[in-house]
């Protein structure tokens, strides 16, 4: 039988029934990523819900310094929302953002040990098991931000001109609309690869789309496939404060380009547990 908290994080990416989710585990021997395939070359699911759903408690921010000309954004984890909503907790975020920036680290593990004192206090005031999860410096650019909901989502930008008003503009932008990757020429060909596999494995699940002549269904896959990542891909979002415009044509005309952005959302890739869960399985499985 497949495993109750397999069942609920497939679930969630992709909004299929229980019965159908423990079915694709199944067949697909536990493994999320293919049974989310699966589930979509059946028919079952349309495209999975990110895998980097809010699951783990905590905050990000993003911190910019003007005068070195770096950014950095963090991501601070502890165990419940309470403590995340705390002053205490904040000020952590905030004091570990200031410090791992002005640090001049090389890497994750000496950000780690630069701040484990913050932690070691932290944890005795709070009571909690507190995690630096991950952080990522940016050094030169012209740098935008923007924080969401209280630090649920920080979002750092990196324009090639000088342009505050877009930055910040687009910063909101990649924190609504939570795009992979800055162009179509970005996504990786295995990604392409894939998710063509998939189109393809759909299609012959699909009735209407049996009799197609080969060339005229080859163009339909293509076309799927390019929505699919047009979804994920920044340039060719819909631009969210001009809803008549894509991002490629609002850089266009603004005579810029994105050269890096870097978006940390709370909990991405964890799962926290649900209570009654199993016992809403059992119900359905009778």
């Known amino acids: 039988m497949a495993n109750i908290e397999l069942i609920k994080v497939l679930r969630d990416r992709t909004g299929a029934g229980m019965m159908d989710c423990k079915h694709?585990?199944?067949?697909?021997?536990?493994?999320v990523d293919a049974a989310c395939d699966w589930l979509r070359e059946k028919g079952i699911a349309?495209?999975?819900?990110k895998?980097?759903?809010i699951a783990a408690e905590g905050l990000t921010t993003v911190l910019v310094c003007k005068e070195c000309g770096k950014a950095i954004v963090v991501e601070v984890n502890c165990e419940t929302d309470f403590v995340a909503q705390s002053d205490p907790f904040k000020e952590l975020v905030a004091e570990v953002a200031k410090?791992?920036?002005?640090?001049?680290v090389a890497n994750f593990e000496e950000g780690k040990a630069l701040v484990e004192p913050l932690f070691t206090d932290a944890t005795v005031k709070l009571g909690e098991k507190l995690t630096l999860r991950r952080f990522e410096i940016v050094e030169g650019g012209n740098?935008?931000?923007?924080?969401?909901?209280?630090?649920k989502i920080s979002v750092l930008v990196v324009l090639k001109e000088e342009n505050a008003e877009l930055a910040k503009g687009l910063a909101m932008h990649i924190a609504a609309n939570n795009p992979k990757y800055?162009?179509?020429?970005?996504?990786?060909?295995e990604v392409i690869e894939s998710e063509t596999k998939i189109q393809l494995e759909a299609a012959k699940n699909d009735e209407k789309l049996k009799n197609k002549p080969e060339a005229a269904l080859a163009n339909i896959i293509k076309g799927k496939v390019n929505k699919v990542l047009?979804?994920?891909?920044?340039?060719e979002q819909t631009y969210l404060m001009d809803g008549s415009r894509t991002v490629k044509d609002v850089l266009a005309s603004e005579k810029n380009e994105v050269c890096k952005f870097?978006?940390?959302q709370v909990g991405e890739g964890l799962e926290k547990r649900v209570d009654n869960f199993a016992e809403e399985v059992m119900a359905q499985s009778k």
Do not use: W
């Open 51 to 53: 895998a980097s759903r």
């Open 262 to 264: 870097i978006r940390f």
């Open 46 to 49: 349309k495209a999975a819900k």
């Open 24 to 31: 694709a585990l199944e067949e697909c021997h536990d493994d």
């Open 99 to 104: 410090s791992l920036l002005k640090g001049n």
């Open 230 to 235: 047009s979804e994920v891909t920044l340039s």
């Open 182 to 189: 800055i162009s179509q020429a970005d996504v990786p060909a």
């Open 143 to 151: 740098l935008g931000s923007y924080i969401h909901m209280g630090g």
